[in-house]
């Protein structure tokens, strides 16, 4: 078993591994590597509404779906499944995606990674027994951005580098303003050139600000 037999298993479920690390402290028990998978684009979207959890009517389509599809992932590699929601108590997928290097902050305090920009998340992760040899992870984008774009994207400047005004935010997408921000998702993480890449669809995004509001 290897990383990238792992990588192409997810890939066929259109998740990517957006981190990975080695034991920490913080690692569940008995963990030697751990890989961080989030939404892999394009593909993720039209992938999870075609499944059973989006059609059935029933809550919580997406964690769902995620269950399904790591726990499948980690019962064919032998791994622990875990997952960022679930709790109280939560996982620290934070925590663990900084420590990994994978994933930095970005200027506007939200996670950026290299492929993904500000567009990255994570649906849940495959805590392995083995200790996997690791590609290096991707080069961090933001210290090459020219302009950093992400800083004056908002249009209430409620995502800055002093931290995140969600009242503002809310109020603003809430109003007769905040269409775009309703059918088209975060113009801060819209903006992030290396997000371009990751070819994430409207549709997607109105559903998780649905979700927020």
Not at 152 to 181: I, S
Request: aromatic share 8%; charged share 15%; hydrophobic share 40%.
């Amino acid at each position: 078993m290897t990383w990238a037999e792992i990588a192409r298993a997810a890939a066929a479920h259109h998740l990517g591994v957006h981190a990975a690390l080695h034991p920490d402290p913080h690692l569940p028990q008995g963990t030697r590597t751990l890989l961080l998978l989030g939404p892999r684009e394009p593909g993720y979207w039209p992938a999870l509404t075609a499944g059973p959890e989006w059609r059935d009517g029933r809550p919580d389509p997406v964690d769902r779906w995620s269950l399904r599809v790591i726990g499948a992932l980690a019962e064919r590699f032998g791994a622990r499944a875990v997952f960022p929601f679930g709790g109280p108590p939560f996982l620290p997928f934070v925590s663990w995606a900084l420590a990994s290097g994978w994933v930095q902050s970005s200027p506007v305090n939200l996670l950026v990674h290299g492929e993904a920009g500000l567009w990255v998340s994570f649906r849940g992760a495959l805590a392995l027994r083995e200790r996997l040899a690791l590609p290096p992870p991707p080069a961090p984008p933001c210290p090459a951005c020219a302009g950093q774009p992400c800083r004056t994207a908002c249009p209430v400047a409620a995502l800055t580098p002093a931290g995140y005004d969600t009242a503002a935010c809310k109020a603003f997408v809430t109003g007769p303003e905040g269409h775009a921000c309703r059918t088209g998702g975060c113009q801060v993480r819209s903006a992030c050139p290396a997000g371009q890449r990751h070819g994430r669809l409207a549709a997607q995004s109105a559903y998780h600000m649905t979700q927020f509001l």
